[in-house]
């Protein structure tokens, strides 16, 4: 089993900025590309940033330019650096692991950060 321990969320005003890190452990074997999600409330999850072990990388458009994500592969860490925020960020984030364990891939997700935006 794969654990996933989120931090970084919180309570920031727009224009302000956070950074999210999400690290596996367990039973990760090979990750092939991490990721985070957001859900605000009466919304679907979306993909807010995408980034695969080889540094390949893919955004929500309304966060292009203020958000950038990186991965550490020797901590099987992402990172999420959130700049330039706004009101319309505020959402839980997730983190989402994309592996392969033996012939068979798999997916795991971490149990949330709340981010807020104030106007």
């Known amino acids: 089993q794969v654990h996933l321990v989120e931090s970084g969320g919180g309570l920031v005003q727009a224009g302000g900025s956070l950074r999210l890190s999400c690290a596996a452990s367990g039973s990760i074997f090979s990750i092939n590309a991490m990721g985070w999600y957001r859900q605000a409330p009466g919304n679907q999850r979306e993909l807010v940033a995408h980034?695969?072990?080889?540094?390949?990388?893919n955004y929500l458009e309304s966060v292009k330019g203020r958000f950038a994500i990186s991965i550490d592969n020797a901590k099987d860490t992402v990172y999420l650096q959130m700049n330039s925020l706004q009101p319309a960020d505020t959402a839980v984030y997730y983190c989402?692991?994309?592996?392969?364990?033996?012939?068979?891939?798999?997916?795991?997700w971490g149990q949330g950060t709340q981010v807020t935006v104030s106007s």
């Open positions: 989402q692991v994309l592996g392969r364990r033996g012939p068979n891939n798999y997916v795991s």
């Open positions: 980034i695969t072990r080889g540094g390949n990388t």
